[in-house]
């Protein structure tokens, strides 16, 4: 069913939508976007042909969309920062000029030799590993016996359509290689085969594949890595869709547990942090 969903999905947004290749530039500033590239290219193609009509058409376009888009980010990422303290205000100007910018993890020496390409990429993996090497896998045939959970907790399709709606299509997609913005804007034409596979892979304790698979990027904790198990922070980015489906169990659990939790529990709880933990201590 998942694969099916899937095959659709993507064949459709290939046809419908199909990829463009757009060119950007690490030094290009925060408010150009690949549609402004895109006009950019077109304007100076026609400049390059000598067509002057279409040149200045283009020209006044680009003219019109960078101010739209300097006026929009402005209002988005920098109107706010005059209320803000003072430490935020510095930081998103730094990050704004470029000085907060970070080189991408490309080597590393290990035992006395620099690895790179696929050579670093088999030793951070082994590096993540190690951590779970000493734990006994697990047993795909050892299930937990649950009565029909779907009949007990049954997911609706309002609800899959509300979850999807609430999906930020800004944020990145996983390795499905399906993006936010569809499951965003398209949320009440997919909820429905989206509910059945929520509901049907609950009551059959099996995960689709797509959704166990997480695009990892090794975030260096040092300025210079000189231990792969130690120096560097593995961040996984998985499918959208197993993020919205694991927000159903948790809601569930929270409903049951949430009035037996100690009122000094601070950690893993949603609208609660280390300054409520600070704040308990010295006012209690």
Not at 196 to 217: D, L, R
Not at 255 to 268: A, E, R, W
Request: net charge positive; proline share 6%.
């Amino acid at each position: 069913m998942c694969d099916l969903f899937y095959d659709i999905i993507l064949m459709g947004l290939d046809t419908i939508f199909p990829k463009k290749s757009v060119k950007l530039h690490c030094r290009d500033k925060a408010w150009i976007t690949p549609e402004i590239k895109l006009l950019i290219s077109q304007r100076q193609k026609a400049f390059a042909l000598g067509s002057t009509i279409e040149y200045n058409k283009l020209r006044n376009k680009v003219i019109h969309v960078v101010k739209q888009a300097k006026s929009k980010y402005f209002e988005s990422q920098v109107n706010h920062l005059k209320n803000s303290k003072p430490r935020k205000c510095w930081s998103a100007i730094k990050n704004l000029a470029g000085f907060s910018l970070k080189l991408a993890f490309h080597s590393a020496e290990v035992n006395g030799t620099i690895l790179q390409g696929r050579d670093l990429a088999l030793a951070v993996n082994n590096g993540f590993l190690a951590a779970t090497k000493s734990l006994p896998p697990l047993s795909i045939t050892d299930k937990l016996s649950v009565e029909e959970p779907t009949v007990l907790y049954p997911i609706s399709v309002v609800d899959v359509e509300s979850r999807l709606k609430a999906v930020k299509s800004n944020k990145a997609p996983g390795p499905d290689s399906l993006p936010n913005w569809i499951l965003n804007n398209f949320s009440m034409e997919i909820s429905e085969p989206v509910t059945m596979i929520f509901n049907a892979s609950i009551k059959q304790a099996q995960v689709p594949m797509q959704w166990k698979e997480a695009n990892v990027v090794p975030v260096p904790k040092t300025s210079s890595v000189t231990d792969i198990s130690s120096d560097l922070r593995p961040i996984s980015l998985t499918a959208t869709h197993s993020k919205v489906l694991e927000s159903f169990p948790f809601q569930w659990i929270m409903d049951t547990i949430n009035s037996q939790l100690d009122p000094k529990q601070f950690g893993s709880l949603k609208g609660s942090s280390t300054i409520d933990a600070l704040i308990s201590v010295f006012h209690c």
